[in-house]
């Protein structure tokens, strides 16, 4: 990875590992875990992998002679293959007042999370890693994350960098796993997502699920790839992949435990019966979901049939993106009721809703931009809303909502 990209994540680490005894940083494989951890780490911190087969069988086998020989401070990478572990790093942590003993990496959070809520309860801080952000990309990893504040977006006009169409297509195809990120030309793409897929169905899905028709599953993953930013239909999936309908939300639920995808819920309260309640469907990096739906370039998949969707799914990706690096949960949801009204994305801080709507468009006029006045009756304050857009600067629209440039993402 190039060593001039600072990951944001870093400062958060570093202050929780200063408070819990326990620091677990998950996220999909290849988004630099390891790599982070090993950057900012001190030089007393010991490192062992249960990448390494010994070593894992033997974690597995006897834990507790595991812990025993560890020097700590320690880090254990891919610490989801001996879950046993827990028991005995919470014994080991119960024993002394010293704060940041263990880091743990963990690529899959399937059952290592109901392990870890059970063992190391109030002693672990939990962090997630995604892919390079484009703030990060741009020298801007101390940025806040993103809401469309204006004291926030003024401050971007600062430190941001404008994308032209064809450069943020280019972003969007490529991907921002830390090796594609790296390269300087794109002719290992194709391999890197081939390579990159097999593998995580062949080590990481196959061996959770004991799925016996990988192909399925394979099958699987291309149509949800080319469902990104729509509204899950698990009976359309369940049809076209060929399995049940129960299948379908099982290998949903186990792309979203292992932060490929993420399952962005409706907004709805007491108040408001009549919005739907169905989750859309977002992947979590642009460059799979293109590979996934065949798109092997960036103009044809620009000019092509998912333009709208994954410009979507990648300003979505961005926004999470920039709370999770910050250490935090986003709080963000979409709007839609039954008279198919519909906002992209709802920013909720400090128990205000930031309305957000995406278009391709530069041009305010070829928008169709219809405004947020549908949120008026949520009786819930409506906080400065935004359109983000290939618009090359801040453009006021109305009173209470900009256009965004999709650089200060």
């Not at 119960?94 to 963990?106: S, V």
């Not at 103009?299 to 410009?311: C, N, T, Y």
Request: charged content about 20%; aromatic content about 10%; glycine content about 6%.
């Amino acid at each position: 990875m190039d060593k001039n990209i600072t990951r944001t994540l870093g400062k958060s680490i570093l202050q929780a590992s200063a408070r819990f005894k326990v620091i677990l940083l998950t996220g999909p494989r290849q988004v630099g875990k390891t790599t982070l951890l090993q950057d900012i780490r001190e030089p007393s911190r010991t490192y062992i992998t249960l990448d390494d087969l010994s070593l894992r069988m033997a974690a597995q086998q006897d834990p507790a002679s595991i812990i025993d020989r560890l020097n700590l401070p320690v880090l254990i990478d891919e610490v989801q293959y001996a879950p046993n572990l827990f028991p005995y790093i919470k014994m080991t942590v119960d024993k002394t007042k010293q704060n940041g003993l263990f880091w743990l990496t963990g690529s899959q959070q399937f059952d290592m999370m109901k392990n870890v809520s059970e063992s190391l309860a109030g002693r672990v801080a939990l962090l997630q890693l995604q892919g390079i952000s484009l703030a990060e990309e741009q020298g801007r990893s101390d940025d806040p994350p993103f809401l469309p504040d204006l004291v926030l977006l003024k401050s971007r006009q600062k430190t941001a960098k404008p994308l032209t169409v064809p450069e943020a297509y280019h972003k969007i195809w490529r991907g921002s796993y830390p090796d594609m990120v790296a390269q300087r030309n794109d002719q290992h793409w194709e391999q890197f997502y081939s390579s990159y897929v097999s593998t995580y169905i062949q080590r990481d899905v196959r061996e959770y699920l004991n799925i016996n028709d990988t192909a399925a599953f394979h099958k699987f993953m291309q149509i949800a790839a080319a469902r990104t930013g729509q509204l899950i239909n698990y009976a359309d999936m369940a049809r076209d992949t060929g399995v049940s309908e129960v299948t379908v939300k099982t290998w949903l639920n186990v792309l979203h435990a292992s932060g490929i995808i993420y399952q962005l819920q409706p907004y709805f309260n007491n108040r408001t019966k009549r919005l739907v309640k169905t989750p859309k469907l977002y992947f979590m990096d642009t460059g799979l979901c293109a590979y996934l739906t065949g798109w092997l370039n960036a103009d044809v998949l620009e000019r092509g049939a998912m333009s709208g969707a994954i410009l979507e799914t990648w300003v979505i990706a961005e926004i999470i993106k920039s709370y999770l690096h910050h250490g935090r949960i986003p709080r963000i949801y979409f709007y839609r009721d039954k008279e198919k009204r519909e906002i992209d994305l709802l920013i909720e801080e400090n128990g205000t809703l930031y309305p957000i709507e995406i278009k391709k468009s530069a041009a305010l006029h070829n928008m169709k931009f219809r405004g947020f006045s549908m949120l008026e009756n949520l009786d819930t304050p409506i906080g400065h809303g935004g359109v983000i857009c290939f618009a090359n600067t801040l453009i006021p629209i109305s009173d209470n909502v900009d256009a965004i440039p999709v650089g200060y993402l």
